[in-house]
Antibody
Framework: QVRLVESGGGVVQPGKSLRLSCAASGFFFSNYGVNWVRQAPGRGLEWVAVIWYDGENKYYADSVKGRFTISRDNSKNAVYLQMNSLRVDDTALYYC???????????????????WGQGTMVTVSS | IQLTQSPSSLSASIGDRVTITCRASDDISNYLAWYQQKPGKAPRLLIYGASTLQSGVPPRFSGSGSGTDFTLAISSLQPEDFATYYCQQVNSYPPITFGPGTKVEIK
């Protein structure tokens, strides 16, 4: 069964750090890029970051650039999101989501996010 | 690239045909996907490449469009289709962007 499971969320004060994990199973993990997408309470979806299948390239939304770092360990079938200097407006449910296409490097019209985790909640509050 | 969706919400009855529009601020060819999200659940991929149905998605869902204007249609609304729908562009990133969503409610 193809599955992604996020963990690591919690309540944290502004300026602090948190590390989220996304554990994959049921597919050949090292062939796929993985994204983080967040959703603030009652709001829409916001893409946060992506890491390519081989970990060579990473891209970030402007809202988190310089504060968040995405990484992966293909030997553990896991992707991580290190979140530093957290702000109140980072409060959201964080999902990890798989790229639909294997070994995708360039934008492709057939790409999308075909597998999603259940999300982990991050609350930034003093 | 910015995405807008219209309407932001709609009320419809079971069996109705429903259409949702997504407009891109620049030409994205067919680099567009559609998702369905129910309350408390993760998004579910419906359509990619603007018009290709994801495996397991009922054929009452269809997508069309190219360039800047796209449409998601539900041919005959079912009770399980009441949800929020998002479009997403994958043409130009970073960033990948989502539309603001369209909430489909029961009339």
């Amino acid at each position: 069964q193809v599955r992604l499971v996020e963990s690591g969320g919690g309540v944290v004060q502004p300026g602090k750090s948190l590390r989220l994990s996304c554990a994959a199973s049921g597919f050949f993990f090292s062939n796929y890029g993985v994204n983080w997408v967040r959703q603030a309470p009652g709001r829409g979806l916001e893409w946060v970051a992506v890491i390519w299948y081989d970990g060579e390239n990473k891209y970030y939304a402007d809202s988190v650039k310089g504060r968040f770092t995405i990484s992966r360990d293909n030997s553990k079938n896991a992707v991580y999101l290190q979140m530093n200097s957290l702000r109140v407006d980072d409060t959201a449910l964080y999902y990890c989501a798989r790229d639909r296409l294997q070994w995708r490097e360039l934008p492709n019209p057939d790409d999308a996010f075909d597998v999603w985790g259940q999300g982990t909640m991050v609350t930034v509050s003093s | 690239i910015q995405l807008t969706q219209s309407p932001s919400s709609l009320s419809a009855s079971i069996g109705d045909r429903v259409t949702i529009t997504c407009r891109a601020s620049d030409d994205i060819s067919n680099y567009l996907a559609w998702y369905q999200q129910k309350p408390g659940k993760a998004p579910r991929l419906l359509i990619y490449g603007a018009s290709t149905l994801q495996s397991g998605v009922p054929p009452r869902f269809s997508g069309s469009g190219s360039g800047t204007d796209f449409t998601l249609a539900i041919s005959s609304l079912q009770p399980e289709d009441f949800a929020t729908y998002y479009c997403q562009q994958v043409n130009s990133y970073p960033p990948i962007t989502f539309g603001p969503g369209t909430k489909v409610e029961i009339k």
